[in-house]
């Protein structure tokens, strides 16, 4: 059973291009999870979605980022017009369901990352 | 503001020394607890979790830890460790202030074993 896997592993972008970075989760996996890791910092939360829905994008920043997991293919992060600050480890999670915190939310697994830098 | 605090930035232990990283929350209400280790060059991996019953959580490769609820605290233990054991070690929470179930990380821990 193959885990999380993320590609490109490492991605290099000019100021002002594009970086799209793809999510395929775990098999029989539907909810995916995006985090961000900054140098010297822990991961952050970005967005959850499930497939063919956005459900909770309140860690996205308002404008050049966008997320999206189709009916089939992998999830999407796509900055548009990268900046410096965008360098950063990009992290996938993939769970096969969402559950109650009283009955124990399912496991994130996580892929490999993305490292992505803006020259 | 609520945050995941793990104040031991770097240690640096011999083999076979006791270890005890420090973690502490401050989401009220309900919440799920996880340890997660990544070693060099790998991937996030979950060594344990909590979210209810036992406060005292066995997990993988000899790693336990224990939640403590009213220091809001879950301090990751191993007896001894191991050269094998040197890696960054993330403590991470879901609170359900949200529903989304997002894990909310520390800073991470960098352990590094010397023979």
């Known amino acids: 059973n193959a885990g999380v896997m993320q590609n490109p592993r490492h991605l290099v972008r000019r100021r002002g291009q594009e970086a799209r970075l793809r999510c395929s989760p775990m098999?029989?996996?539907?909810?995916v999870y995006w985090y961000r890791q900054l140098p010297e910092e822990g991961l952050k939360f970005m967005v959850y979605?499930?497939?063919?829905?956005?459900?909770?994008e309140s860690g996205m920043p308002k404008e050049r980022f966008s997320a999206e997991f189709p009916k089939e293919g992998p999830s999407i992060l796509r900055i548009q017009q990268v900046v410096r600050g965008d360098s950063a480890a990009y992290f996938c999670?993939?769970?096969?369901?969402?559950?109650?915190?009283?009955?124990?939310?399912?496991?994130?697994?996580f892929g490999p990352g993305t490292r992505l830098t803006v020259l | 503001a609520q945050s995941v605090s793990q104040h031991n930035h770097h240690v640096i232990l011999s083999e076979a020394a006791s270890l005890e990283l420090g973690c502490n929350y401050s989401?009220?209400?309900?919440?799920?607890l996880f340890w997660y280790v990544q070693y060099p060059g790998q991937h996030l991996q979950l060594l344990l979790k909590?979210?209810?019953?036992?406060?005292l959580v066995k997990g993988i490769k000899g790693f336990e830890a224990e939640f403590i609820k009213s220091k809001f605290s879950f301090n990751l233990r191993k007896p001894s460790v191991q050269w094998s054991d040197t890696a960054e070690y993330f403590c991470?929470?879901?609170?359900?202030?949200?529903?989304?179930?997002?894990?909310?990380f520390g800073t991470g821990t960098r352990l590094t074993v010397i023979p």
């Open positions: 979605l499930q497939k063919e829905n956005i459900i909770d």
């Open positions: 999670a993939s769970s096969p369901r969402w559950r109650p915190l009283a009955l124990g939310a399912d496991t994130q697994y």
């Open positions: 991470a929470v879901i609170a359900d202030q949200t529903g989304a179930n997002n894990l909310f």
């Open positions: 098999k029989g996996h539907s909810h």
């Open positions: 909590y979210f209810s019953g036992d406060p």
């Open positions: 989401y009220g209400g309900t919440v799920n």
